[in-house]
């Protein structure tokens, strides 16, 4: 039966496992289809993984044996496999991403000639593959630049990940050979570089969809030509993240097609959100982080989510708020405009049960909600039973902060509960025992009798939220960085 399953489903399959690589490792050894099929999935990303990476230097000194055994280079016994592996797979790589462990940046520095074993090895994997995503971190431009691949390796980029502090000559060289790249990740520390490069880089794209810009805190970002750039491509961003606010974010005024909006301010500079932003109509968006905003943040916020609340099925607030008076503002705008939601992380005071239940009651499709304190460490959850009565589909509610909860509220909720059963109830456990007595043994009870499953975390409560874009810590090398 397996054998006639047919490749529209296998490839099905294959996006709903996604980056489950230990599923996609089981499915390789089903049959000979499966394992033509998934192989090239799990080696598309193989330098993150050391046993990987091992692999491939076989593969290497498979094609160039001459590596080994006449420039006398000594590689640990332990990188060397017994038997050469069964495919190339350096064939099968799209990512090119270098971040590694500091003893295999240690191993890649043998010399080779005048390479290091790392400078032969990305020139090795840059003459079998077709890169679709390309970080410069770690990379030398000349090296990858002069190589004969590099035309072919990277004519069909799609995303691209770099800093300002990089060699401006492989911006020139990347504009010449693509057109495809739909995502860009610019990292900026403040260094003095022209950008005017980078920017034809971005013009000259087809589609850019998705736009990542991580500044440094003490960034001053005035790059007027990244800005126009951006901008050519209105039409079709459909994705736009800052964790560093400036003006250049005031281009997005200007993306009407916008389903994902992530502002953070992480400078050292206090700025409020500006009037033209909350004030702006974003017909197709459907997810909005906001975070690090200062001066009237949550009702800035008010006044943004009763223009684009509709749309919104994701919402995050996140930061430290300096008009805690306005929360109950905010909570009942988000009751009151957000009927589409399905997940919302915010801030939480007592006497808002009431609020909090206008968001339960009116949001029919929230799944999600994540809680904390604008001030103090406890939050009675007694308060918020009768709230929870109003959701139907809640699966999740998160603390973030610790809690306390009564035998009697627990009770209560057993009896009115008409939500998805086990509920996930997650809070934080940092040094309950200075807090009185823990809950662990009555919610113990009660997720024998499936009404929920509780998870406590041990990290000390924060004034941020966890941030689902994962933001890349760039490592510097200077020597590698340079034409």
């Known amino acids: 039966m397996v054998e006639k399953f047919p490749l529209e489903l296998l490839n099905e399959l294959f996006n709903l496992i996604g980056n489950d690589y230990k599923t996609l490792y089981s499915c390789i050894f089903v049959n000979k289809l499966w394992y033509e099929t998934f192989v090239p999935t799990l080696w598309r990303n193989p330098l993150q993984s050391m046993h990987n990476i091992k692999i491939l230097i076989n593969c290497l000194l498979v094609e160039d044996n001459d590596f080994v055994n006449q420039k006398n280079i000594k590689l640990p016994s332990h990188y060397l496999l017994e038997k050469?592996?069964?495919?190339?797979y350096a064939k099968f790589v799209t990512i090119l991403n270098l971040k590694m462990t500091k003893s295999l940046n240690q191993l890649m520095r043998l010399k080779y000639k005048d390479e290091t074993l790392k400078d032969r090895f990305v020139r090795f994997i840059m003459s079998h593959s077709s890169i679709e995503y390309l970080n410069t971190s770690l990379l030398k431009a000349k090296s990858i630049i002069n190589d004969p691949n590099f035309n072919d390796c990277f004519r069909n980029l799609k995303e691209f990940e770099t800093a300002d502090d990089y060699s401006s000559s492989i911006f020139k060289e990347l504009t010449k050979v693509c057109d495809k790249i739909q995502?860009?990740?610019?990292?900026?520390?403040?260094?003095k570089n022209d950008n005017g490069i980078l920017a034809k880089l971005i013009e000259v794209q087809n589609k850019v969809k998705k736009v990542y810009i991580y500044l440094s805190k003490t960034c001053e970002f005035e790059k007027l030509e990244l800005e126009d750039a951006i901008s050519s491509h209105s039409k079709s961003i459909v994705?736009?993240?800052?964790?560093?606010?400036?003006?250049?974010?005031?281009?997005?005024?200007?993306?009407?097609?916008?389903?994902?909006l992530h502002l953070e301010n992480k400078k050292v500079n206090e700025i409020d959100l500006p009037e033209q932003i909350k004030s702006t109509l974003f017909p197709n968006l459907q997810k909005f982080t906001i975070k690090d905003f200062h001066g009237n943040s949550f009702l800035n916020i008010s006044n943004f989510v009763e223009i684009n609340g509709m749309g919104l099925t994701y919402l995050e607030?996140?930061?430290?708020?300096?008009?805690?008076?306005?929360?109950?503002?905010?909570?009942?705008s988000i009751g009151r405009n957000c009927k589409n939601l399905e997940s919302l992380t915010t801030f939480y005071d007592d006497h808002m049960e009431h609020a909090i239940g206008e968001i339960l009651y009116n949001c029919n499709y929230l799944r999600k909600i994540y809680l904390r304190l604008i001030e103090g460490v406890l939050i009675y959850v007694d308060d918020l039973?009768?709230?929870?009565?109003?959701?139907?589909?809640?699966?999740?509610?998160?603390f973030g902060n610790y809690i306390r909860i009564s035998d009697t509220a627990l009770s209560y909720l057993n009896e009115i509960w008409l939500g998805p059963k086990p509920l996930l109830l997650s809070y934080s456990n940092y040094k309950q025992c200075f807090l009185g007595e823990s809950p662990i043994s009555r919610l113990k009870r009660y997720e024998e009798l499936g009404l929920l499953k509780f998870e406590i975390t041990d990290e000390e409560p924060v004034n941020d939220v966890f941030d689902p874009y994962h933001h890349l810590d760039y490592i510097d090398y200077y020597e590698d960085n340079q034409d």
């Open 317 to 332: 607030i996140g930061g430290n708020p300096f008009d805690e008076d306005n929360l109950k503002i905010l909570l009942l």
């Open 239 to 260: 994705e736009y993240h800052s964790t560093g606010f400036t003006e250049m974010d005031l281009s997005i005024l200007r993306f009407q097609n916008l389903v994902t």
């Open 385 to 398: 039973i009768h709230p929870l009565s109003h959701s139907k589909s809640l699966i999740s509610i998160k």
């Open 183 to 191: 995502v860009f990740r610019l990292h900026y520390k403040n260094v």
């Open 84 to 88: 050469p592996p069964l495919l190339n």
